[in-house]
């Protein structure tokens, strides 16, 4: 699970470097702005996950996860689109970053959702 909170936490500086190359303008603020906050809740969930109180507590997290996960592949997928030309390959290196990390993800909660019915 150490490298999980290692790769959530990479997935965020790496949102972030990007985000710090992507043109300033009202247009792509709000992107910006929502890529940074989802990507960077995925590592920070992710750890909260590993002090949960009950496994359901650490299923309510990871749902959070999953949840940031995808918002950040929205925000990413409207990047490609938009930017077609500019940072493609990094954009399209963290979506696969991300969609692994989604797979993990939805992978613990299945395993939890399993063990705790035992």
Excluded at 49 to 78: C, G, H, P, W, Y
Aim: with cysteine; aromatic share 8%.
């Amino acid at each position: 699970m150490n490298d999980l909170k290692k790769r959530t936490k990479q997935f965020a500086v790496d949102c972030w470097f990007l985000c710090k190359r992507i043109p300033n303008s009202r247009e792509y603020n709000a992107y910006v702005n929502q890529l940074i906050r989802s990507s960077s809740s995925v590592g920070a969930n992710y750890r909260a996950s590993q002090r949960a109180k009950s496994t359901a507590d650490f299923i309510n997290k990871l749902k959070i996860v999953e949840e940031e996960i995808d918002e950040s592949m929205f925000f990413l997928e409207l990047f490609l689109e938009i930017m077609k030309d500019k940072n493609v390959d990094t954009i399209d290196k963290l979506h696969i970053e991300a969609n692994e990390l989604l797979a993990i993800t939805v992978s613990s909660i299945n395993t939890a959702r399993r063990n705790q019915k035992k």
